[in-house]
């Protein structure tokens, strides 16, 4: 099973985020359960990113906020780098 990997960085912004938007903690939460229990799973919509973030993946919480990841499958490890709106995560 994966593990996820907090960094200081993506504590702050995922704090941020569930300040302004504290109506999707249970859906967060989930996601990120769901993650570490199977990043494959449909309902994550797990995808490679391209452009100058080609080396991250992405996985939705709803339809209009995404978390973007590092997935290093090699060392089965997960680390979340961003939390936010399609547009907020994406930028580049």
Known sequence: ????????S????????????????TQY????KLLEIN??????????LQGKLWELHAVSINISYRITILF???NDKIIPI???????????
């Open 39 to 48: 990043p494959h799973h449909p309902s994550l919509r797990l995808h490679k």
């Open 10 to 25: 993506y504590i702050k912004r995922a704090r941020k985020f569930i300040k302004k938007h504290p109506d999707l903690i």
């Open 29 to 32: 939460e989930k996601t990120l």
């Open 82 to 92: 961003d939390v936010g709106s399609h547009d907020e995560v994406y930028k580049c």
């Open 1 to 8: 099973m994966p593990e996820i990997i907090y960094t200081e």
């Open 72 to 74: 290093l499958m090699e």
